[in-house]
């Protein structure tokens, strides 16, 4: 007995079908998240109402007395950031390191009362940033979201190649569904138009979500730091920046709140009396907000200052020395190329980039995906209305009818398989499992739509 391999056009459906199989519990949950961190900026602000537009009757504080009183509201903290106010109403934001654990301390800026206290990894948008990137668990979870992203890229591949109009067709079921034919027709054309219209954007989604996996991330991560050492030799130096999720610098997806995760050595109290000069010499910079002014850490011994805008292009970050001179400035444009891809995929990602048309570009994406994956149970579940779900998968079964472009398709996969990694080891375990294992259990063949020739 062998089973039939490729070129066949129920192959490439076949792939199609298993890869959204596995793939419609992760889009379903990655749009749904994904959908609501567009909207992080307008749900921070609405959340933080309360501490803005504060009655002040005096003059506010020094920043250094606000950062004490903070660190008096959580014995044993030490200041891990200032964060630069919106405007003189508005609360100090204090950030504050005890052990691992960073909170938020809101202090009246001129009383020094404690308004609230708030740790970074329990905010609702934190939640939904690390729902969306590790499904809450961790390394383990990365791995998984990973593998979703690679075999979904799949699964839009072969879904345009079974979308492709045949000579003659029209527009009818291309571009548009038709409305009046049979139910089956109908959730056939909107699967595969919405597929189509958003497909590009579905695309681009996932591959600017892969720098912040733990595998392909971490891969990334290797590269960028080859360039480094490679710039760093023509006496150019500039300061890696970690990419990845659980990194040991927690990475630009898992910092989405903007905060670097620095080891701070512990000061007194005194020590941050120069805080006061640099946030005077910060404030008349107008850089984008969030700014950030960061105390020395275990790794420099120069204060810092920056934007963690997440529109990344307006990004700027700032050295001070011990006396407060500024020492360098780098702004976005000064990065390395490989920074600046990355970082734009990463603005657009999140629907900061080019303003409100970028969010509704996510939320249209982001809805059609739901849409997709609705309709596609659906057929699923109509290919079954006439066979039991334990008898079959309801996967297509093999044929001898060729695929058009077959060898090209093939091509694309393999390539992908090289340029992921990890997606082309579980793609070659698929292929060995249908190859040498599937052969010898002819009834599970059958269930998963591998019917062989004999």
């Known amino acids: 007995m062998k089973l039939r391999c490729w070129p066949a056009h129920q192959i490439v459906w076949r792939w199609h079908f298993y890869a959204g199989l596995f793939c419609i519990p992760f889009m379903l949950l990655l749009s749904v998240t994904g959908g609501i961190y567009l909207f992080k900026p307008q749900v921070e602000a609405a959340l933080d109402a309360p501490y803005e537009h504060l009655v002040l009757t005096g003059t506010a504080a020094l920043a250094h007395q606000q950062v004490q009183a903070a660190l008096e509201a959580v014995p044993g903290a030490v200041l891990h950031a200032y964060e630069l106010q919106a405007n003189p109403q508005s609360a ?33 948008m934190r939640i939904v940033h690390e729902l969306h990137g590790n499904l809450l668990l961790g390394a383990r979870g990365s791995y998984l979201v990973e593998l979703a992203a690679s075999w979904a890229i799949v699964m839009v591949i072969t879904g345009l190649y079974l979308w492709w109009p045949k000579a003659g067709q029209g527009l009818a079921g291309v571009v548009y569904p038709r409305m009046r034919k049979s139910s089956r027709v109908f959730w056939r054309d909107l699967h595969g138009v919405v597929g189509f219209w958003i497909s590009f954007f579905t695309l681009f989604l996932l591959i600017s979500g892969l720098p912040w996996t733990k595998s392909w991330g971490g891969m990334l991560k290797e590269i960028r730091q080859i360039q480094t050492m490679h710039v760093q030799t023509g006496n150019i130096k500039i300061q890696p920046q970690d990419w990845t999720v659980g990194g040991v610098a927690a990475g630009e997806h898992a910092a989405h709140e903007g905060h670097a995760m620095q080891s701070h050595v512990h000061h007194h109290a005194q020590d941050y009396r120069l805080l006061d000069q640099l946030v005077a010499t910060v404030a008349p910079l107008q850089l984008a907000p969030p700014v950030l002014v960061a105390p020395p850490s275990n790794k420099s011994a120069d204060w810092t200052a920056r934007s963690d805008a997440q529109n990344r292009p307006l990004r700027v970050n700032i050295r001070f020395d011990t006396v407060g001179n500024m020492i360098e400035r ?125």
């Open 92 to 124: 100090v934001r204090v950030l504050v390191k005890q052990g691992a654990v960073i909170s938020r301390v809101y202090v009246h800026p001129q009383t020094l009362q404690i308004l609230n206290i708030a740790r970074e990894d329990s905010k609702l």
């Open 330 to 454: 780098k702004n976005f444009a000064d990065r390395p190329w490989l920074d600046r891809v990355i970082g734009m995929g990463v603005a657009i990602h999140e629907g900061q980039l080019f303003g409100w048309f970028n969010q509704l570009l996510g939320v249209v994406t982001a809805l059609g995906l739901v849409l997709l994956s609705v309709s596609a149970v659906v057929l699923w579940w109509k290919r079954l209305a006439n066979a039991s779900l334990f008898r079959t998968l309801g996967a297509p079964p093999n044929s001898q009818r060729p695929a058009r472009f077959a060898w090209a398709m093939i091509a694309v996969v393999l390539s992908l398989g090289v340029l992921l990694p990890f997606f082309g080891l579980s793609l070659l375990l698929v292929l060995l499992m249908e190859r040498y294992v599937m052969p010898y259990f002819p009834m599970l063949a059958n269930y998963l739509g591998l019917r062989q020739a004999i």
